[in-house]
């Protein structure tokens, strides 16, 4: 299986963290497979050497300093600078076939099974089902594929600004052609379908396999505190990933991989979001008197937000208050 391999893609520190975890959560679960993390210019060295402990190889791309078609394209299409990077997943032709994995999914249990399967196989965007979500998909790296990719990207650009638009595009058969290629949902289960769709989450949920922490908020922009095993978002809005996966999350990370940031980094400072026993002392004694009652707000209030995406899943729209609901219908 030396020509197969697990490939994600790390433009920051932050998503460098990310690809951390993922890494880790593959060797976990115990995969046969070469893994490949491809990291931009901005990916501080000590991150870089934590990624080198994990991975097999890691590899330095940038479609601003390359001299490829990508570098080219970019001047005409500079919004796309990230979705070139990524295509660069199509040039490691050393190997055979491919599972491109986003940095901000982690792997629940093996699933080597995924390389039984062709280019271009993924699951369904909860979004759209028609389309594909471009977190988690098999390929076979070619250059040819690459530059064709890189042309497409400049003639057509991208309906949703990013890589996923132009892979649906460019495979633009993959949801009536070969359902062998439609990976099942539990391959890139996201937070967003588990909200919209609770009955499922609670039929399947338990056979997911790789989730994958859509939006704006990632698990490294909480903080964690390891004494209480407890993550704390920056605002209610913010909180919106399914707490129990987030917590498996920063517990992999501080375990394993805040001891290696550590070696590596040295006496450099770094965030890992990890609070210390004396600040969470801090923040205990700071919490000593009951904070007050959040303002009530009315059922159209309600419904509104939940139509803006901004539902209070901490407060009275959590997981369990939602499930302790839907037990009441369903008994």
């Given at each position: 299986?030396a020509?197969?391999?697990?490939?994600?893609?790390?433009?920051?520190?932050?998503?460098?963290?990310?690809?951390m975890?993922?890494?880790?959560?593959?060797?976990?679960?115990?995969?046969?497979?070469?893994?490949?993390?491809?990291?931009?210019?901005?990916?501080?060295?000590?991150?870089?050497e934590?990624?080198?402990?994990i991975?097999?190889?890691?590899?330095?791309?940038?479609?601003l300093?390359?001299q490829?078609?990508?570098h080219?394209?970019?001047?005409?299409?500079?919004?796309?600078?990230?979705?070139?990077?990524?295509?660069?997943?199509?040039?490691?032709?050393?190997y055979?076939?491919?599972?491109?994995?986003?940095?901000?999914?982690?792997?629940?249990?093996?699933?080597d099974?995924?390389?039984?399967?062709?280019?271009?196989?993924?699951?369904?965007?909860?979004?759209?089902p028609d389309?594909?979500?471009?977190?988690?998909?098999v390929?076979?790296?070619?250059?040819?594929?690459?530059?064709?990719?890189?042309t497409?990207?400049?003639e057509?650009?991208s309906?949703?600004?990013?890589?996923?638009?132009?892979?649906?595009?460019?495979?633009?058969?993959?949801?009536?052609?070969?359902?062998?290629?439609?990976?099942?949902?539990?391959?890139?289960?996201?937070s967003?379908?588990?909200?919209?769709?609770?009955?499922?989450?609670?039929?399947?949920?338990?056979?997911?396999?790789?989730?994958?922490?859509?939006?704006?908020?990632?698990?490294?922009?909480?903080?964690?505190?390891?004494?209480?095993?407890?993550v704390?978002?920056?605002?209610q809005?913010?909180?919106?990933?399914?707490?129990?996966?987030?917590l498996q999350?920063w517990?992999?990370?501080?375990?394993?991989?805040?001891?290696?940031?550590?070696?590596?980094y040295?006496?450099?400072?770094?965030?890992?979001?990890?609070?210390?026993?004396?600040?969470?002392?801090?923040?205990?004694?700071?919490?000593?008197?009951?904070?007050?009652?959040?303002?009530?707000?009315s059922?159209?209030?309600?419904?509104?937000?939940?139509?803006?995406?901004?539902?209070?899943?901490?407060?009275?729209?959590?997981?369990?208050?939602?499930?302790?609901?839907?037990?009441?219908?369903?008994?």
């Amino acid at each position: 299986m030396a020509d197969q391999a697990y490939v994600t893609l790390a433009t920051n520190d932050n998503y460098a963290k990310g690809a951390m975890v993922l890494g880790q959560s593959l060797k976990n679960h115990n995969t046969s497979r070469k893994l490949v993390a491809l990291v931009g210019p901005n990916v501080a060295e000590p991150s870089r050497e934590v990624l080198r402990k994990i991975y097999d190889e890691v590899r330095l791309v940038d479609v601003l300093d390359s001299q490829d078609t990508a570098h080219l394209a970019l001047m005409k299409r500079p919004d796309l600078g990230v979705t070139f990077t990524k295509f660069h997943c199509w040039t490691l032709t050393h190997y055979s076939k491919c599972v491109f994995m986003d940095a901000d999914t982690l792997v629940l249990s093996n699933i080597d099974e995924l390389f039984d399967r062709e280019e271009l196989s993924a699951a369904p965007d909860p979004g759209w089902p028609d389309c594909f979500n471009s977190g988690v998909f098999v390929f076979h790296p070619s250059n040819e594929t690459y530059g064709k990719l890189l042309t497409a990207s400049l003639e057509y650009g991208s309906f949703d600004g990013g890589d996923q638009g132009v892979l649906n595009s460019f495979f633009s058969d993959w949801a009536t052609a070969d359902i062998s290629k439609h990976l099942p949902f539990i391959y890139n289960l996201s937070s967003i379908a588990i909200y919209s769709y609770l009955p499922a989450f609670k039929q399947y949920g338990g056979d997911a396999k790789v989730v994958h922490f859509l939006g704006k908020v990632k698990p490294w922009n909480y903080t964690y505190d390891a004494k209480t095993k407890s993550v704390k978002g920056h605002s209610q809005d913010d909180t919106n990933l399914h707490p129990h996966y987030l917590l498996q999350w920063w517990d992999l990370f501080s375990s394993k991989i805040v001891p290696l940031m550590k070696t590596e980094y040295g006496s450099q400072p770094f965030h890992s979001g990890c609070v210390e026993t004396e600040i969470h002392e801090s923040v205990a004694q700071m919490h000593v008197s009951n904070p007050p009652p959040p303002p009530q707000i009315s059922s159209q209030e309600r419904k509104s937000k939940w139509e803006q995406g901004q539902a209070d899943y901490m407060g009275m729209d959590s997981f369990e208050n939602i499930e302790r609901k839907l037990d009441s219908f369903l008994k």
